[in-house]
C-alpha cells in the first residue's frame, strides 16, 4: 500500500456497528457487514421461533457467540484500507493448513513463521493423534473448488473439537490466552504424547509474532476456533467476503479470525 492510498483510505473510513462491536472500515465494507448482520438476525429470529417446549431461549448475542471485533488498524493490507475484520482474536489465531496438490502436499500458516523448522509438521501431526481419538478425519486443506462455506467450517470444527477433546482433560479451559506455563488440570497425570502435543499445538497458535518459545497463546484446550457456523457462513456467502482459514491460498490459509472482501 502507498503513502498516498493509506492515506485516502483512512480519509474515508466510517465507524458502524456490527454485531453489538463498533468497526472503522470503508463505506461500501459497512454495506456488507449491514447485510450480514441483517441475515444473521433473520435467522437467529427463525431458530427462536423453533423452540418449543419451554426451551430456553437466548439473545442475539449469545446466539452469534462474537465477543470482540477488529477493524482498521494502521498497517497495511486489507486492514489499513478498511476492508477487513478479525473476529474474537484471543481464541481464533493461525492454524496450519494442509492441502495435496499434483506436485504433493503444502503445509501453510502464518508468511511469519514459515521458516521456523518442524512447528508446522509438529502441529499438524498433534491434530492428527487428537482426530484419531476422536475419529474424524484431520481435514484442514483450503477450500476445495466449489466446496461451501458451511462445509469448510464443518471440516475445520471436526478437528477444532477432536483437539479440545484430547487436550482439555488435562489442561485447563478456563482462560482463551494460555500465557507463559501451560495450566495443567491438579491431581493429573498428563500422557508423554499429549504433554508433547499440547506443545506443539502452542506454537503456530501465538500471540503476536511467530516464534519457537512463545509467551502468549491461544488456549489449545479450548480447540482451534470458537467461531460459530451461522456466523462465518454469512460473512461469506452473504456479505462476499473470503475467509482467512481456507481463502487465503495454500501457503497462507488458516487465519481463523481474519475476513476481508478481496475477489
Wanted: glycine share 10%; hydrophobic share 40%.
Amino acid at each position: 500500500m502507498t503513502p498516498a492510498d493509506y492515506a485516502a483510505a483512512k480519509a474515508a473510513l466510517v465507524t458502524v456497528s456490527f454485531l453489538g462491536r463498533s468497526v472503522r472500515c470503508v463505506p461500501r465494507f459497512a454495506r456488507e457487514l449491514a447485510k450480514v448482520e441483517a441475515a444473521l438476525r433473520a435467522e437467529w429470529q427463525r431458530a427462536q421461533l423453533a423452540l418449543v417446549g419451554g426451551a430456553p431461549t437466548q439473545t442475539f448475542a449469545e446466539w452469534h457467540g462474537v465477543k470482540s471485533i477488529g477493524g482498521h488498524r494502521d498497517s497495511a493490507g486489507y486492514h489499513g484500507l478498511g476492508r477487513a475484520v478479525d473476529l474474537d482474536v484471543p481464541a481464533n489465531g493461525y492454524a496450519i493448513t494442509r492441502t495435496e496438490t499434483a506436485r504433493g502436499v503444502v503445509l501453510g500458516g502464518e508468511r511469519a513463521g514459515a521458516k521456523l523448522p518442524g512447528v508446522r509438521a509438529a502441529f499438524l501431526a498433534a491434530c492428527d493423534r487428537a482426530c484419531d481419538a476422536a475419529g474424524v478425519p484431520c481435514d484442514l486443506s483450503i477450500r476445495r473448488k466449489g466446496e461451501s462455506t458451511g462445509a469448510v467450517w464443518d471440516r475445520w470444527h471436526a478437528v477444532s473439537e477432536a483437539v479440545r477433546a484430547y487436550v482439555s482433560p488435562y489442561y485447563e479451559t478456563d482462560d482463551a490466552l494460555d500465557n507463559g506455563v501451560a495450566d495443567v488440570r491438579p491431581g493429573v497425570a498428563i500422557p508423554d504424547q499429549v504433554r508433547a502435543d499440547y506443545e506443539a499445538l502452542r506454537v503456530p497458535l501465538v500471540v503476536g509474532g511467530p516464534r519457537l518459545h512463545p509467551e502468549s497463546m491461544r488456549n489449545p484446550a479450548r480447540g482451534l476456533m470458537s467461531l460459530r457456523r451461522p456466523v462465518v457462513v454469512a460473512l461469506c456467502d452473504v456479505g462476499g467476503m473470503r475467509w482467512g482459514a481456507c481463502d487465503l491460498g495454500r501457503l497462507e490459509s488458516g487465519d481463523l479470525m481474519h475476513f476481508d472482501d478481496a475477489s
